[in-house]
């Protein structure tokens, strides 16, 4: 039997995908995690490769082609909202935006916003509109469900905010977009919602300003600004606002990772994100940056790559090309930690192979 | 009978073949770090425990290297002679993932202690410094390390990172993994590697909590958080523990993310204002201790709040009347182990997370257990996250009442896994609660664990029989009845 | 002993809170040489290098989170020997030590090498001693009295002002018991009391005047001790105003037993600036005799001393304690008692 008919037998398969940055033969849809492992056993036995995605809107690193395309956007449900303890329990299929929204109803704060899906917020692990405060999505996760490359499905983390229970393989799954494993379900930690929420332009404000700014992103497209976000009680930001002079609005700066067509992002020392940008500035063409301060994230639409290699030789951290079409290293490093991992976790390589090379 | 003798002649030429092996090797491990740094002799029974106390195992030798080179060295030379061997920094594991149960060549990364860079946001220092000296290294710069665990004045970062050490700010600052931004590992194989500082392919988070199972951290670069324009202190008192657990509830639920939120029973009452640490708390069933910052006008809104919320609590409040008493109330609360010696200089330390809403349940469930075994107990909670330290005492020198202090504990764990909390929220499973491993993940999630210590530690010689129970093919050394019962049997 | 140095041990939980603030721990990082590793010796039943490297500061007892006896545990195990004991006498008998040194002096043995690193010749004197019948005792301290006799004449004519000085030269006792020789340290103390008669004793050593502050528990004998500047204070003796920058060291002792609150309060109405050094109290180095005993390790004690000073910004430090004014003054400071700076002016 041909695999693709094995591969119907377990699971609902349509067309496959080419067109794109990432093309796939044949498309899966499972609707429960026992699919997922059937399907990923017999591309362990076959010898296939697996790209797993809910919504394709921002894959990450250079152009790949497998024979799965993992849809996992049936997998969407919210299993578990607790108001007293903080915490969300979510399907990878769910889109985050309308997590926020559902938790933002009962009352929680999840410091996070990305135009996507759950699983592509957590294998993605890019920064948030309060990352400068709250830390990136990979901080954000108290527990998941994740399948191996060789289909084993594990649990780890808990529901609580500590854990000190064996390795955090919950956590380190995040940003490895898909290579080791794939999120099936997390756990998200959950704040209070705050009273307001507000974002306006600043000038002399860093991260250390007495009126602790959770997000602070420096912009620059043909000027450049600094665009902060607060959140507290009414009165305070407002008593902030008169002190400051400005004049905020409600709600927090929207990143669009879908944009741009070279894309590559800066990785440096936090807190030094202007200072190294601007060195950037020297060697590449430009379109637009956003930085956000604090977290050593920026991010850079190129108007082409030239320069690409004499950035990374003087540059204090890495530069990886995100998006567009670069004929060198997208990523610009190596670990002989990931390589034990990819062993230990898919040892048979079926996961997004030839996206990062161990 | 025959083949019992030869199976113990054959363990007593292995074990005779191993005293040879490491007196060759003391001569070598002199060479690489000098005399005067390598232990033989009695004194190495001064590194047998960290701060697990019923467990002590005497190492073979312990070795202080003084340089990243020589520790390098060190672990190529037994590598190559396949000697067993783990890694400690201060000696302060509560789980005693540092105890060489397994006879390990002990190597302590105490002199590893500088403080390399400071730059940004991030600080880059060696594992054998001191949780305390970053804070005291940066005293007139406006940010500072967030991870305050208790033993701060004494515990190593490279501790710390290996257990993801907690603390008190959690609620707000999050845990020692939360402030880790880069490390340089030295993985079993003898070979360096640098990771971290970029969103993706980042493997940190695989050592953070790995009690050196799968390498030994030389260097680490920690993120800074900005120091909160003011701190504020409140204390809250309860007729009843229901009170206080729902005023924690509450708390969260108006809106306030306390910086710290720490609950203290009558027992840790009494036994904190009977010791050097008297803090003049009022004597009641339960307080709460809350830390607010930010910026001072929102502090002073959560103030509002918060009392109002204690208030709807049936909790009274009580305001430090100055810098010098709000001190003293949470120097107070620091002392809540320690003072535990008023009941018994001897106790265990369990730290069992479990949600917050579940606290009266659980807090009632230790009393019973307390009265079941006779033995003392107190309760300090840190609130704000859930994590629960009731302190067992027992007295060390008798074996069956040491025992029974380790089946308290398991009740009191396994309880709190019931549920839904995790076995340990910071002090790590170490060989203390190795067994809940067991009971909280399944085969499946053990042997994933399995396969990825197995792929970092190849011949088995890192720190081995502990964090993960041992499979069914793994050989583990028992050193005495409390090790065997900790590490084998049912739960 | 040993048997009550056994059952003091039970309160240590082996948490670990005294590494970071004993001096031989903080320098060599080795367990061993830990307040933490000596007592878990003991307890072990081990013979442990560490107890003859422990420099008997105490300071970890002030972090000890439980309250162990740290002083009280080592005492039995403390090994003396042939230089010990002579120095011990020498030490009871200031005038016979000064004697002695002048004459030893001038031998090449690396002891005296050491020595003379730390003390020139002409400082060496005869203590000032005086035969009024008095109504409060000066007590200089051992090594006060003969090599910084200026301070001593200093004290002197301060306290005669008001008083009635009588100046009893003389052994409190502190190294005694630091190298286990507790009866040594009792007769002293026993001797002392007969002295005084039950007046009142100003030291100019800080150490000192905790030392016989602790004579009631170790010995159950009172005596009514008094530090130099808490005896000013309590006192409400008038000093004149010098207005001068300086740092202050606090001797070991002295801040265990809660005296320094008294040296900082009378610098401040002498005037004095504070710019405080980095941990004030860090053990300086020289231990009573440790700095003969253990040079190695007494010079990297002194090294880390050393920084700590450099970061308070100043070259004048306040030391009331002998020994410590000899260490620090050999890392290149100037060096001060209370007592010298009330008269600094005139």
Redesign the interface.
Known sequence: MDWVSEVERVTKVNEGNNKGVVKWEITVIPQSYEEVRNIIKIANERKLSIYPYSLNSHHIGPPISVNIGLNLSNLNKIIEISDEDFYVTAQVGIKVDELFNILKNKGLFLPAYYNGSLGGFLSTNLPTPFSSFYGYPKNLILMAKIITGDGIIVKSGGKTTKFSSGYKLHKLLSGMLGLLGIYLEATLKAYPYPEVIVTAEVKNINLTSKYRPVSLIYEREKEEKVIATFLGFKNAIEKMERELGIKSVNGFYTIDYSEGENVVSLHITRGREIEEVKKAYEYLSIRKTFCIIGTGYCRLMLNSFEGLEKLRSSINGYVVVEKGEYSGDYWGFRSKTLHRLKNALDPNAILCPSLYVT | MFIYFKLNSIIIIYKLRLKIMIVMLIDRLKEVVGEE?V?TG??T???S???F?PLKVNPPI?V?PGSEEEVIELVNLLNENNVKYLVRG???SLSGSTTPTQGEVVI?L??L?KIYSF????ITVGP?L?N??INKFLSTS??FYAPDPS?Y???SIGGNIS????GMH??KY??T??SV?KLK?L?PDG?V?E?G???????T??????EGTL?IILRATL?LF????KSKTLMASFNSIEDAARAV?NV??????PAAMEFLDKNSIIAIEN???KANYPITEAILLIELD?????V???EV?VIKAIRESKGEIHVPKDEEEKNRWWWGRK?A???F?YYS???LTL?A?????TLPTILKFIYDISKKYGLPVANSF?AG???LHPLIGFNPKNVDETINAIRAAEEITKFAIKL??????????GIE?IK??KL???E??L???R??R???DVKGLLNRCK??PPSKGEICNVVNKIHSYLLEGDI | MYNLSLKLTDMCTHCGFCLETCPTYVVTRNEVHSPRGRIEAIRAGINSIGFQTCMYCRLCETACPAGVKYGQIIIPFRKSDLKKVIIEKLLENPKLFSKVLKYTNKIHHPDMERFRKFIKDYEITEPLENNDEGDIILFPGCIESILFRKTVENAFKLLSKRYKVRILNGCCGLAHISNGNYEGAKKLAEKLSREVNGKKVVTLQSNCAAFMKEYKELFGIEINSYDFAEFLIKESIEVPRINDTFTIHYPCHAYRQGLTKYIKELALRLGVKISEMEDPYFECGAGGDYWLSHPKLSDLVMKAKKEKIDKSGVKKVIVTNSVCALAIRSMGYEVFHLADLIFQSQ
């Open positions: 740094w232990i009695e004194d029974e001064l590194y425990y960290p701060a106390i312990v202080l201060s000696g302060t302590s105490t002199r202690n730059e940004g946001y991030e054998g001191a305390f000296m406006n940010l033993s004045v004494v515990s257990h993801d050490s907690g959690t609620p999050g845990t993994f939360d931004v590992v993985l070979s590697d990771i500082g970029s969103n993706f392919f980042d493997p988070s695989i050592f953070v909590g790995a390498g993120r900005p120091r909160p324009e509830i969260f639920r108006c809106g306030v993310t010791t050097q640490y930010g910026y001072s006008e929102n002073e809104e959560e709040r002392g182990f320690p003072s010696a200089p001897a106790y730290d997370n479990v949600p917050r809403s840190h996250d859930g994590t839904g909390g995790v076995p340990s929220g910071e002090h790590g499973i609660k809940f491993m909280y993940y399944s499946d999630d042997e994933i664990m396969r990825i197995n792929s970092f964090l993960i």
